[in-house]
């Protein structure tokens, strides 16, 4: 019967101890912040309620770890039963390297179309702080997502995915990562793949630290969203 090396052995024992510490990093992060995001979450709850007609969450099905589905929750942005057709377009074009314009010139991405008519006036407002993807908090409480880790793609999204491309999915999605963080708007689809790739080999829970600490920032100056 064959055995480990010591060096593989070691390495997935390093792996495993990590994936632990990240799991109580998750819980214990998501459950230290929450108390304080109620408030928060509260105000923009009724703010929705009052700009538009609607469930104030949207569930939206993503691709996770390994390839499995889940729904994830987010603050609804969008007027509802609005067609999708617009936004599969923009991904295939986006995948391609393809930049899209709008008329002012202005150069939108993967899921923040410039001039979207199917965002409300609450959602662009949200969507420009990230504030509408707070409830994927309990996601992360729930184990579906980690607080760090790559972007969450959409179904769609994975079907164009290249063999490579798909080495994104080998850990959970986060709420904050690598492209949050250093991409978002200014990024291709190929230079968010290498982040998230690099993330994954490097990862660490002070890694995971410094993300979490410089996501701040970015969501106080809403740098990329919108």
């Not at 390297?97 to 002012?104: C, F, P, T, W």
């Not at 707070?134 to 729930?142: G, M, R, T």
């Not at 949050?180 to 968010?192: A, H, I, L, N, P």
């Amino acid at each position: 019967m064959a055995t480990l090396s010591p060096l593989i052995r070691d390495e997935m024992q390093l792996k495993q101890r990590y994936l632990r510490a990240k799991r109580v990093l998750d819980i214990a992060f998501t459950l230290l912040v929450l108390p304080f995001l109620c408030l928060v979450m509260l105000i923009i709850a009724v703010f929705i309620r009052i700009d538009s007609e609607g469930p104030i969450f949207y569930r939206q099905k993503r691709v996770g770890q390994d390839g499995i589905e889940f729904e994830m929750l987010k603050f609804r942005s969008m007027h509802v039963n609005n067609q999708d057709t617009l936004h599969r377009e923009a991904v295939k074009q986006y995948m391609k390297g393809d930049k899209l314009n709008g008329d002012d010139g202005a150069v939108s991405t993967i899921y923040k179309l410039v001039d979207d008519p199917r965002i409300t006036r609450v959602g662009r407002i949200i969507r420009k702080l990230s504030i509408d993807e707070l409830p994927q908090f309990f996601n992360a409480l729930h184990g579906e997502m980690s607080v760090v880790g790559p972007r969450p793609p959409l179904p769609y999204e994975v079907e164009g995915y290249s063999p490579h491309d798909t080495l994104r999915l080998c850990a959970k999605p986060g709420i904050t990562g690598y492209w949050q963080v250093y991409g978002r708007s200014r990024v291709t689809f190929d230079e968010m793949v290498e982040m998230d790739i690099n993330y994954l080999q490097q990862q660490s829970i002070l890694q995971d630290m410094k993300l979490i600490i410089l996501t701040i920032p970015v969501v106080v100056s809403g740098r990329g969203g919108g």
